[in-house]
């Protein structure tokens, strides 16, 4: 484990095991990949830290990307790597993939494409929350899994010595934080504060949530405690954000406060608060003070849309991933960001697939709908993807069209196609912006209800909106369960494009459209967020001229109306006190009286 000592210098313990596991990896050249693996603040980078200073020392050719700061796809990788396409230059000897779990579109990319192709004594090191898909453990390649656990006890005595803890109390933190790095950093932090700090009974998941609260109730500094709260809210934090956020005064010194602090690091887009503190601390803010909590939020999207306009096409990335973290729709999150471990992997359907894909469409289709999978699959079997399971079975499969397939479909006997095609002849897109369509996701025992396969079908094509933005404009996608999937899409901008389904083989086909618009995913994300914060909405109103857009007009408000609207509207929902408008409207306390 990582610490940062007096003086911001760091230093390891621990981990001897683990560190010499990678480092006969790197020598052995049995294995081209490695994934180390562990729960939240298991100490994971700190691990990758220790390796790569001891590979570097011997002058080895290392590389490491923070995948929260690269954009998840080829074209992102391959420029955070300084490469213009694969194969033009050479990979460093090891290449680190940190904080991976948010690179998930990319894992069968890497899998299939970037592995293969390394030169003799070239390695990947993956280091993520969730365990490797099964896939891996199959690679030609070689594979080997490193998964991190508590602390042994000695080390964990050490760690909490480093800190300075004293010896008496070593063994009594232990028994509060059970080896978890981690909570073992904030147990020593909070014990200055709490020297009778008591958690031995919490639930070993519970720990970091308790720690990271009990730590923010014990930020003095008003200041401090506003900046800890914003940044925690929000992805990263810079300084024009946490000006946002609070005032610019206070973000002038809660930078520097905000460094000081065991679990935030400077990275290369701003500071980081570690995820798993920064989970429990905004949970935390939400659930003591919402109308705060969504004041953070609003202020944070109204900086990121305005810096945005400016941000060079490189860093476009970073605002993407900053407006993923804001929205709180879990289709949304789980859609980009999958929170949980994903058994299946997906990859390009190859001929000897073909017998897997039939028999399924056949299982669940009428005939006559089969037939026409069949042709597309005759016709552009680049178009399909299937999703296998641990043992390389396929158990799904859907097919992703783009503009030529939509529009090379008159005449192709397939009625979805060619109601795509009418619909983007009479609505089409502006000039160099593009259209992909789904035109059929079926799982081998559920068809297209609601599965495993169908995530990671969802989760590929979010891959493919990454890979396209901003040419992106339109999504079309079929269904014929309407009830199931017409409450979770209509939410996310998708509408109908004709009153009356499709009936092929009497089943009913109905077709939705999602017009992402000129911003394409990126206006589109952040209209979604926008309109959680209920600050997309003209309806709204406009905070810098307190107007309000009422039956189609403007209507002028005074600065206390303003003010209460926008409470008001916060608060939806829930009952006000007299109170709470004095005091977070007309800024003053509640002392009796009229």
Excluded at 124 to 143: D, H, K, N, Q
Aim: aromatic fraction near 6%.
């Amino acid at each position: 484990m990582a610490i940062r000592a007096k003086g911001g210098l760091r230093s390891f313990v621990g981990r001897r095991l683990e560190l010499a596991a990678l480092e006969e990896f790197v020598r052995s050249g049995d294995d081209a990949v490695a994934y180390v693996h562990g729960i939240a603040g298991m100490g994971k980078s700190a691990l990758v830290l220790a390796l790569t200073e001891r590979l570097e020392a011997t002058g080895a050719d290392v590389v490491v990307l923070d995948c929260r700061t690269v954009e998840p796809t080829e074209r992102g990788l391959l420029g955070a790597l300084g490469m213009d396409e694969m194969g033009r230059s050479p990979l460093p000897s090891l290449l680190v993939l940190d904080h991976y779990e948010v690179f998930r579109l990319m894992d069968t990319w890497l899998r299939q494409m970037l592995v293969p192709s390394l030169e003799s004594g070239s390695r990947v090191l993956l280091a993520g929350r969730e365990p490797p898909v099964a896939a891996w453990f199959s690679s030609p390649t070689g594979f080997r899994s490193v998964p991190l656990g508590p602390l042994r006890d000695d080390d964990a005595v050490g760690l909490l010595d480093a800190l300075g803890v004293s010896e008496g109390e070593t063994r009594r933190l232990n028994r509060i934080a059970r080896g978890h790095p981690l909570a073992l950093t904030l147990a020593a932090a909070g014990a200055d504060h709490q020297p009778g700090l008591e958690l031995e009974e919490a639930a070993s998941g519970r720990v970091i949530d308790e720690l990271a609260r009990l730590f923010l109730s014990d930020v003095d500094d008003p200041t401090a405690r506003r900046a800890l709260e914003a940044a925690s809210v929000v992805r990263r934090t810079t300084e024009p954000l946490l000006a946002a956020m609070l005032e610019q005064d206070e973000a002038d010194d809660a930078i520097q406060q905000l460094l000081d602090l065991p679990f935030v690091d400077a990275g290369r887009d701003g500071l980081v608060v570690h995820e798993a503190v920064r989970e429990a601390i905004s949970a935390f803010v939400r659930g003591a003070n919402p109308v705060r909590h969504r004041g953070y939020r609003r202020a944070a999207w109204r900086e990121l849309r305005t810096e945005v306009g400016d941000a060079a096409p490189g860093d476009l990335w970073r605002y993407t991933a900053d407006m993923l973290y804001l929205i709180e729709n879990p289709v949304v999150r789980e859609a980009f960001f999958p929170s949980g471990a994903q058994p299946l992997a997906v990859e390009p359907a190859r001929p000897g697939d073909a017998t897997a894909i039939a028999d399924i469409a056949k299982r669940h289709e009428p005939s006559e709908a089969a037939a026409r999978l069949g042709s597309w699959w005759t016709e552009a079997p680049e178009t399909f993807s299937v999703i296998r399971d641990r043992d390389g079975v396929v158990v799904g499969f859907f097919s992703l069209l783009d503009t030529s397939h939509i529009r090379g479909a008159r005449g192709f006997d397939d009625p979805v196609v060619e109601e795509w095609a009418q619909h983007l002849l009479d609505n089409p897109v502006p000039k160099g912006q593009v259209a992909l369509a789904l035109r059929r996701w079926l799982d081998v025992e559920r068809g297209e209800l609601p599965c495993a396969t169908q995530a990671a079908c969802w989760l590929d094509v979010k891959r493919a909106y990454m890979a396209l933005r901003p040419a992106l404009r339109r999504m079309y996608v079929v269904v014929q369960d309407v009830p199931t999937y017409w409450p979770v899409v209509e939410k996310l901008g998708f509408r109908p494009i004709a009153e009356q389904p499709v009936v092929i083989g009497g089943a009913a086909h109905s077709s939705v459209a999602l017009d992402f618009g000129p911003g394409s995913v990126d206006g589109w994300l952040a209209e979604l967020v926008g309109a959680e914060l209920g600050v997309g909405d003209p309806s709204s109103g406009d905070e810098n001229a307190r107007e309000l857009l009422v039956r189609g007009e403007l209507v002028a408000l005074t600065r206390l109306e303003y003010g209460l609207f926008t409470h008001l509207r916060q608060c939806e929902g829930r009952a006000v006190t007299r109170e709470d408008l004095l005091r977070e409207v007309w800024g003053t306390e509640y002392t009796g009286g009229s």
